[in-house]
């Protein structure tokens, strides 16, 4: 088997920014009321499509609940955790379950987590090609370095047929590419740099929310998006173990599950790039 792995010199430190620095308060007591009986919860999110969704939330149903949202955006997967783990946050809401248990696995965070609110296919891009058979021998697909999401991207280039994994007891990663018929380089990137990548490959596998942000709609622009059918990588909100009970957050994770939220996912995102995942 020939094949090529190299590790793209991209990951500046620029990309590791977030919009707007976390504040909150400095400590992990839990959120609390204040004397009109509104508790202010802050919630780090990725912009699109998570803030999007809590600021729905935060217009139309919060108040009612006695809520009032903070909504901090992130613009990478790695400062979320840290900032609810620190107490900057009292929650977040950007990830899914596999990225989430590898997370807390490497980083001993003591995390818990609500059920999913929504899914974002995974898709395949290209700037040269129309269809993902077309892609060349000898060519080049951007590939995400993040553990959470790497086994999920090898897996659409399994259903294209393009390669086969080894069996492996845990996630595969691009060590477990057992054959490669075209010869493909596979260039790992960091995920939020994949969309700036995309004209020096001939495909990169993006995540559906960095897609959206770059202007790109998953259900119309990909030449392969994953099923959202029985799709395991719903996103939800993420609070520390010692907090999964307060009233609050559960009653922000309720109306993240609500109907009005369904129907603002489902005509906000009417091609189904972003899908209900309740």
Known sequence: MNRTVRTAAVLSAAALVMTGCAGGSGGTAGPTADADGVTTLVVGASPVPHAEI???????????????????????????????????????????????????????FEFD????????????YSD?????EDIPDGGTIGITNDPGNQARALDLLVEAGLITLAETEGDPTLLD??????????????????????????????????????????????????????????????????????????????????????????ERWPDGEVLPAF
Not at 81 to 87: H, S, V
């Open 177 to 266: 590419v057992e054959d490669n018929p075209k010869d493909l380089e596979l260039v790992e990137t960091a995920p939020e740099q994949l969309v700036v990548s995309l004209p020096d490959v001939d495909a990169a596998i993006i995540n559906g929310n960095y897609a959206l942000e770059a202007g790109l709609n998953p259900a119309t622009d990909s030449i392969l998006l994953e099923s959202g059918e029985d799709n395991p990588y719903a996103n939800f909100l993420a609070v520390r173990a010692e907090d999964v009970d307060e009233p609050a957050l559960v009653a922000l994770d309720e109306l993240l599950r609500s109907d009005e939220v369904r129907s603002f996912i489902e």
């Open 113 to 124: 987590h609500f059920e999913g609110v929504h899914i974002e296919p995974y898709g395949v």
């Open 54 to 108: 809590l600021q729905f939330v935060q217009d139309e149903l919060a108040a009612d609940a006695g809520l009032e949202l903070e909504i901090r955006e992130f613009t990478d997967y790695v400062l979320p955790n840290t900032a609810l783990a620190e107490g900057e946050l009292d929650a977040n809401y950007f990830q899914h379950l596999p990225y989430f248990e590898a997370q807390v696995a490497e980083n001993g």
């Open 128 to 132: 040269s090609v129309d269809a993902i």
